[in-house]
Structures are given as structure tokens and as C-alpha cells.
T-cell receptor, first 109, second 116 residues
């Protein structure tokens, strides 16, 4: 089955700086790559997703890039704010989602 | 107000007891899912259901059972056969499963189960 690896496991950034989280996947047939944000004690919430026919997608301060040849995709958060502090999960899907282990992001004021 | 509800938020059980976690959605979604979340391991799929009266095992189904008698409800039973049941359990739903899993999954707030 699909194996998704996510790095780093923890990330601390100064408010206003950028944060980058990277994921790799194993199955070249995967064609959907969502990113979820999970705040403490809550369920994950989709923040952005990308499909295999697109190389990059941006939504305000959040962007995702996909390199199908290398089988990796990344989440970029610019101008980080304290409310960006959360756990972020990447996932890859053929017909069901396989999740990375998560990245705990802390934005220092 | 549409969404997914899970109850209870916290659940304590003695070892050897079966326990059922509730999941209800009013989004009119066909597909529903149960995940288990452990620290540092992300989300792992337990069971999923594409439609009423049909469900499939996920990656870690051993020790769990589900039913899907109604479109809006997908309860999960953690049986005494599950060797390490203490975890955070998340229910999710999506419009359907037929589009290659490319529909957004909406998650409930989760149930934290502790087996004493």
C-alpha cells in the first residue's frame, strides 16, 4: 500500500517567517494530495489540496507544490501567525487517504 | 448547521469490555470513515463505508467492528480483542468514495478512549 513520510516532525518558527513541511509518497498511482490542520483537541480540517495534474496551488498565505517525478509534495506557509500553530498532516490518495505522521508547528511571538 | 458529531468526547472503560463510539453526520454524505490517531503516527484507517449496509476493512481493522444501517450513522465498536485500544478516534465523511478518493473528508471532533 501507499507509504507517506513527513518531515520534520516538529517545527518552530518566528512569527512572520515562513514554514515548510515536506512529504514523500511511495505509490506513483496516487493522484490526490490534501493537507490537513489539526488544532488541539479537535478533528483535522482541510486547508489545501492538489491533484496530480497540477504542479502548484496557492491560497493566500498557504501554497502546496507537487513533484510527481520525485514523488514529493510540500506545504509552504508564509508570514506565519500565532494561529498557525497546530499539527499539520499531509496525505496521498488513490482511492483512500494515507496520512503522514504529522508536523507540530509552533509560531513564536 | 451541518457537520459531524461524535460522542462522547471522553470515554473510560475497563479492560475486557466492549465499547461503542457514536458518529453521526447531517451532510448527506455517502462515504464514512473511522480513523485511529496515536501520538507520532498520524491517522490510520480502521473501517470505511461507501454506502448503507456496506463497509470495508481498513489497515488496522482487527479488534474493531462497525455497522452502517443508516446513511447518517456509522458507529464503531472497540471489542475486547483489540490489544491496545487506548487512542483518539476520529470519524470522517465525504461525498462519496467513487471519485478515486479525491473528495474532501470532513472530520468530527473525535473521541478519546482510555482503557483502564
Amino acid at each position: 500500500g501507499e507509504n507517506v513520510e513527513q518531515h520534520p516532525s516538529t517545527l518552530s518558527v518566528q512569527e512572520g517567517d515562513s514554514a515548510v513541511i515536506k512529504c514523500t509518497y511511495s505509490d506513483s498511482a496516487s493522484n490526490y494530495f490534501p493537507w490537513y490542520k489539526q488544532e488541539l483537541g479537535k478533528g483535522p480540517q482541510l486547508i489545501i489540496d492538489i491533484r496530480s495534474n497540477v504542479g502548484e496551488k496557492k491560497d493566500q498565505r498557504i501554497a502546496v507544490t507537487l513533484n510527481k517525478t520525485a514523488k514529493h509534495f510540500s506545504l509552504h506557509i508564509t508570514e506565519t501567525q500565532p494561529e498557525d500553530s497546530a499539527v499539520y498532516f499531509c496525505a496521498a490518495s488513490i482511492y483512500k487517504l494515507s496520512f503522514g505522521a504529522g508536523t507540530t508547528v509552533t509560531v513564536r511571538a | 448547521d451541518g457537520g459531524i458529531t461524535q460522542s462522547p468526547k471522553y470515554l473510560f472503560r475497563k479492560e475486557g469490555q466492549n465499547v461503542t463510539l457514536s458518529c453521526e453526520q447531517n451532510l448527506n454524505h455517502d462515504a464514512m470513515y473511522w480513523y485511529r490517531q496515536d501520538p507520532g503516527q498520524g491517522l490510520r484507517l480502521i473501517y470505511y463505508s461507501q454506502i448503507v449496509n456496506d463497509f470495508q476493512k481498513g489497515d488496522i481493522a482487527e479488534g474493531y467492528s462497525v455497522s452502517r444501517e443508516k446513511k447518517e450513522s456509522f458507529p464503531l465498536t472497540v471489542t475486547s480483542a483489540q490489544k491496545n485500544p487506548t487512542a483518539f478516534y476520529l470519524c470522517a465523511s465525504s461525498i462519496d468514495l467513487l471519485a478515486g478518493g479525491q473528495n474532501e473528508q470532513f472530520f468530527g471532533p473525535g473521541t478519546r478512549l482510555t482503557v483502564l
